[in-house]
């Protein structure tokens, strides 16, 4: 084999070792860190306010993730009733590479979510679209005055 062959098997090698340390990193990222509504907004530039009722809510949401006993359970009273399908199994490997899915899928938010705020939407008084770096929520006031997610997309920011 001769140098240049060499050098770029070694490139390819030091390629191949990167995307597997980064793919393990990224399916590992289970939330442990309890977030501050601060932590959660303090990336976001926009010039939409999000009302601190919501931004509670949502808050509330992303600290619920960390506790994996019976998420699925704890996750439904964030959602209008029958708006948002959960799942709990590991979604199919062609649809995990780009992690897009409609489902409130629990191993996605356990490895995958990212909960910081990078755009807001309202859409009316009492609606509002939260978009961070890998999910879409639309939120809608409820009747009882309760922020509900009311539709909710996995589809990273590329």
Request: glycine share 2%.
């Amino acid at each position: 084999m001769n140098k240049s062959y060499q050098i770029l098997f070694i490139f390819f090698l030091c390629f191949m070792c990167l995307s597997c340390v980064s793919q393990n990193s990224r399916d590992n990222k289970l939330i442990t860190t309890t977030y501050t509504a601060n932590d959660l907004i303090k990336t976001y530039e926009g010039t939409v306010e999000l009302p601190i009722d919501l931004l509670n809510t949502y808050t509330d949401f992303v600290n619920t993730i960390k506790d994996t006993t019976d998420l699925q359970k704890l996750l439904i009273d964030f959602c209008i009733a029958d708006s948002v399908i959960i799942t709990t199994e590991i979604r199919p490997e062609e649809q995990r590479e780009w992690e897009m899915g409609e489902d409130m899928n629990i191993p996605f938010l356990l490895n995958s979510f990212s909960p910081e705020i990078l755009g807001l939407r309202q859409d009316s008084k009492n609606e509002y679209l939260i978009r961070t770096v890998t999910t879409a929520f639309r939120f809608m006031k409820s009747n009882d005055s309760a922020w509900k997610i009311f539709y909710y997309l996995d589809k990273p920011i590329e």
